[in-house]
């Protein structure tokens, strides 16, 4: 019984003293959170929510995608590839971040895979004076001047690439919701978030 209640002892002493340690590191820890989800609305601010979430839609139905759509999607690489501060996160959802961001860039690069010369052709917007991208059917026509069905493939699998890109963004959104505690099991409360905003990957509804 001696050796039971030292260790209940012991164990009580341990967990003191990593809650001691975790209340003095907190003020830093959250402060450099604090810093990532600055920088994390910085890059959120820079898009248009209703564009990056109706990009489905502009793909597939009216065929014309506007140009400030994608803008930001490009900038965002180019801070990836140049690696600037602002993508350069440093609290404990770092790597989380890091991760998603880098994943919906990726996305959007296989969206644009699909969407460039001579599928998709730039066209001067009148009221903007940006460019838009405008569906080229003509691209689809066979030598003996029907168009052929591939086409619609095209734009099927167009529309399913932008459909990840609006996952991606939105799971990086979800990422800059979670309250600093649950930013220590980012695993765990990540993979919560995303389930309780629909966000899951094919694969992540398969295991859950």
């Excluded at 209640?5 to 003191?16: E, H, L």
């Excluded at 809650?19 to 003095?24: R, T």
């Excluded at 971040?97 to 052709?121: F, G, I, T």
């Amino acid at each position: 019984m001696v050796n039971v209640w030292g260790t209940i002892k012991d164990a009580f002493f341990v967990v003191g003293s990593l809650a001691g340690i975790l209340a003095w590191l907190r003020p830093a820890i959250e402060s450099k959170h604090q810093e990532d989800m600055k920088r994390a609305a910085a890059i959120l601010a820079k898009f248009d929510e209703n564009g990056v979430v109706e990009l489905p839609y502009f793909t597939y139905n009216p065929r014309q995608i506007p140009g400030w759509c994608l803008q930001p999607f490009d900038g965002v690489r180019a801070s990836i590839e140049e690696n600037r501060q602002e993508v350069r996160f440093i609290g404990p959802l770092r790597e989380k971040l890091r991760s998603e961001l880098e994943l919906m860039v990726h996305a959007y690069d296989a969206y644009r895979e699909y969407v460039q010369v001579p599928e998709w052709e730039p066209v001067k917007d009148a009221d903007s004076g940006g460019y838009n991208w405008r569906f080229n059917k003509t691209a689809f026509r066979e030598p003996q001047g029907k168009v052929s069905d591939e086409y619609v493939r095209h734009l099927d699998a167009a529309t399913h690439a932008a459909e990840l890109v609006k996952l991606r963004f939105q799971r990086f959104q979800a990422l800059t919701e979670l309250h600093f505690f649950e930013t220590f099991a980012p695993g765990i409360f990540a993979a919560r978030k995303f389930r309780a905003a629909n966000l899951q990957l094919p694969n992540e509804n398969q295991t859950a």
